[in-house]
C-alpha cells in the first residue's frame, strides 16, 4: 500500500463489483437508446474506462473538464468550464460521469448546463458521494458508494494531481494534506 495511505475504502475487487453494478442498471434503464457518455475529467477517466466497457446500450464518448478545486481539499464553490464537449447535446441522451460528489456545487452546475442545451435526458452516476458534506442538492440516478467525509485518493482520484494510478481508491493521511 502506498505510505500516503492510511486505510483502504475500497479494493479493486469491491470496485469491480461496483462498476458492474452500476452498469447493469444503466444498461436496464437506457435499453438500446443511445447515450452521449460525458466523462468528467480528470478524477473519473478510470472509472469511465472501467464502466463504459460494461454497457451495451450504443454510445457517444465526450469529455467535459471543469474546476474548483485547486490544489486543496476544499471545494472553492465556484466552477470554470476548462474544456468542453465536442458533441452537440441538443436532443442527447446526456449521462455524466464523475469520481465524486462533494459539494455537489460542480455537478447542480454541469447539470444545469445540459438542461440549458436541450438535452433530452441528463443523468448522472458517480462512483463515490460524501452526502455529509452536500451544499448544493442534486439528483443523482446512480451512485456507487456512499463515503463517510474524508479525503479519498486512487482509482483516478487525486490530491494535487498524485495518485491517480493507485488501483484502489484510499484515505488520504491527513498529514500529507495539513503540512
Ligand atoms: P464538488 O463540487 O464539491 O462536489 O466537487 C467535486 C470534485 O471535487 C470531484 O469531482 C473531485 O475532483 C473533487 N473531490 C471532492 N472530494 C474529493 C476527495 O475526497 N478526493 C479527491 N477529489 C475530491
Ligand atoms: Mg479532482
Known sequence: MNNDVGAVLMTAEKLAETVKRLAEEINKDYCGKEILF???????LVFAADLMRNITAPMRI?????SSYGSGVVSSGKINIKKDIENDAEGKHVLIVEDIIDSGNTLAKIKQLFK?????SVKICTLLSKPERRETDV???????????EFVVGYGLDYDERYRNLPYIGILKPEVYEK
Open 38 to 44: 460525458v466523462v468528467i475529467l480528470k478524477g473519473s
Open 62 to 66: 465526450d469529455f467535459l473538464q471543469a
Open 116 to 120: 440549458e442545451r436541450n438535452a433530452a
Open 139 to 149: 439528483e443523482c440516478e446512480y451512485i456507487g458508494e456512499i463515503i463517510p467525509d
